[in-house]
């Protein structure tokens, strides 16, 4: 079975700093996709970042980064500077490829940040 | 349109009511999604269509539920005989091709059954 774990139901930092979310994930397959998504109060899913599992460097988006084990099935998080509008709940979610397949996403039970002022 | 859109944005229903929620997908998106957010949790895939075609309907929680996207476009879900453990987000989510990695979600609409 194909699941995510993320092991921090909330988080909190102080503005400007630098916070790390979990993720933790386990298929035996071996091509897949990582992301992660952001889901504000508005409710609309916003991606934030992805990852190609065959990829071994780690992938970033300006302030975001993650940090992506493979041998280990981890892959957390990094958000520099983080700003008020940052504020939101995050999951760490994948995709199995390729065709044929579905590509449906596989959502953690996500973790709620809150930047502090 | 410029972005996924979903139709109510709230909907309360009375046990044992039917209730359709509404998606229109980005314009030309081949693929569509349906998930069910329950509070507190990640979505849950519930159904996938390529155009017209419902590929991939494994996970509806019943024969309750029901899915269609007659023209390959707008897609609607509906509930029959809603119950309490319906009560939920529904999230539609569209991508430009069979396979394309980067799916647009919209809103959702949040169920509340009564």
């Known amino acids: 079975a194909q699941t995510v774990t993320q092991s921090q139901p909330e988080m909190s930092v102080q503005e400007a700093e630098t916070v790390t979310l979990s993720c933790t994930y386990d298929?035996?397959?071996?091509?897949?996709?990582l992301f992660w998504y952001k889901q504000p109060p508005s409710r609309q899913m916003i991606l934030v970042i992805r990852q190609e599992a065959y990829k071994q460097q780690n992938a970033t988006e300006n302030r975001f980064s993650v940090n992506f084990q493979k041998a280990a099935k981890s892959f957390s998080l990094k958000i520099s500077d983080s700003q008020l509008g940052d504020t939101a709940m995050y999951f760490c979610?994948?995709?199995?490829?390729?065709?044929?397949?579905?590509?449906?996403?596989?959502f953690g039970t996500g973790t709620l940040l809150a930047v502090q002022p | 349109g410029a972005g996924v859109s979903q139709s109510p944005r709230y909907k309360v229903a009375k046990r044992g009511q039917d209730v359709a929620l509404r998606c229109d997908p980005i314009s030309g998106h081949v693929s569509l999604f349906w998930y069910q957010q329950a509070l507190g949790q990640g979505p849950e895939f519930l159904t996938y269509?390529?155009?017209?075609?419902?590929?991939?309907k494994s996970g509806l929680p019943s024969d309750r539920f029901f899915a269609e996207r007659p023209e390959g476009s707008v897609s609607t879900l509906k509930i029959q005989r809603t119950q309490q453990e319906d009560s939920a987000v529904y999230l539609c989510?569209?991508?430009?091709?069979?396979?394309?990695?980067?799916?647009?979600f919209g809103a959702g609409t949040r169920l509340s059954v009564l």
């Open positions: 298929t035996s397959e071996n091509n897949y996709y």
């Open positions: 989510a569209s991508s430009l091709a069979q396979g394309a990695l980067i799916q647009y």
């Open positions: 269509f390529q155009n017209e075609a419902q590929l991939d």
């Open positions: 979610a994948f995709i199995l490829t390729p065709g044929g397949a579905t590509n449906k996403l596989i």
